[in-house]
């Protein structure tokens, strides 16, 4: 099904997703997601003025003619595969105690719930996998203290007590939890340093936003970089390699320029350190790079990594 819109002064600046949010849902009937918008996008299915514009980000004018061919049935398809439910296991906690439960968050699964109540979310299926392990009972409880974007993957924790909320939201809106992420990159049009450091805003407000970057591996066709943000700034990663010269892979937003193809965004949450809320005990979580990344990065050009060890699972006495 192909859709035809010319852009009027009210479009001048807006972003090509923005556009098409206000613009083709209504003419198609269905309701479109940001990320499948997106999809659409990267997909080279939205043409402006006759030439595939593959950058959602994309600033337009007025005057052009935008040209969307969809597939409706492909569409349905694709909506059907995200309202399926995610069952979380016992493979996929990380560290659980008393107050506390680490989880292994899959690409494609957002954090918390969305406006659609047929989309599943992490949030969902942790409470789902803790309410099965009760005969009776209240609701499980669960605090959010942290969250990673929709395809990124890695550890997530949650307090299971109200008594742990104070001690984890201190830990993270200071500097009390050490985060450290893995990140597959476009290769950067001049040399990076090994090590380097990006301080600067990533907000409107002006915000403090640092993060410490390593390269890891200079491979044929892009970088593999640990990054350890020392602020919690929104897509603070995503935009300060981004700035770098150095886009994560899959990053439909930030990135400049195409590279090698990728299944999703290449972010990886890989460890994070904290003391324990309750006794200060050092606590270390980690998740394994999944499947997704390895296979990137070994096309990449670089040897795949041993498997990865199962991930323990920590319990302290009562």
Wanted: proline letters at 9%; hydrophobic letters at 40%; glycine letters at 6%.
């Amino acid at each position: 099904m192909k859709r035809t819109l010319r852009t009027t002064a009210a479009h001048e600046g807006q972003r090509l997703d923005d556009v098409l949010a206000s613009w083709l849902p209504a003419v198609l009937g269905v309701p479109l997601s940001r990320s499948t918008l997106r999809r659409i996008v990267m997909a080279g299915a939205v043409s402006v003025n006759g030439r595939a514009l593959r950058r959602p980000g994309r600033p337009l004018r007025a005057g052009l003619r935008l040209e969307a061919r969809v597939d409706l049935d492909r569409l349905q398809r694709d909506r059907a595969e995200d309202a399926r439910a995610f069952s979380l296991s016992h493979a996929d906690v990380l560290y659980e105690d008393d107050v506390l439960i680490a989880v292994d968050k899959p690409p494609g699964l957002p954090t918390v719930p969305t406006a659609d109540p047929r989309r599943p979310s992490l949030v969902g299926a942790v409470k789902a996998f803790l309410a099965a392990r009760r005969s009776v009972g209240a609701e499980p409880y669960l605090a959010v203290h942290q969250r990673l974007d929709r395809d990124t993957s890695g550890v997530v924790l949650f307090a299971t007590d109200p008594a742990a909320n104070a001690g984890l939201a201190a830990a993270f809106a200071g500097r009390g939890v050490e985060k450290t992420y893995r990140a597959l990159t476009e290769s950067p049009r001049g040399r990076l340093p090994r090590r380097f450091t990006v301080d600067a805003p990533v907000t409107d407000d002006g915000a403090a936003a640092r993060t410490e970057l390593t390269v890891l591996k200079a491979l044929p066709r892009g970088l593999l970089v640990e990054a350890r943000p020392l602020t919690g700034r929104k897509h603070q990663i995503r935009i300060h390699l981004a700035r770098s010269g150095a886009a994560i892979l899959g990053d439909d937003r930030y990135a400049r320029r195409r590279g090698p193809s990728v299944p999703r965004l290449m972010l990886h949450a890989r460890r994070l350190a904290l003391a324990h809320p309750f006794t200060g005990a050092p606590i270390v979580i980690e998740s394994p790079l999944p499947a997704d990344f390895q296979r990137a990065l070994a096309a990449l050009g670089a040897a795949s990594d041993p498997p990865p060890a199962p991930p323990r699972r920590r319990r302290l006495p009562r």
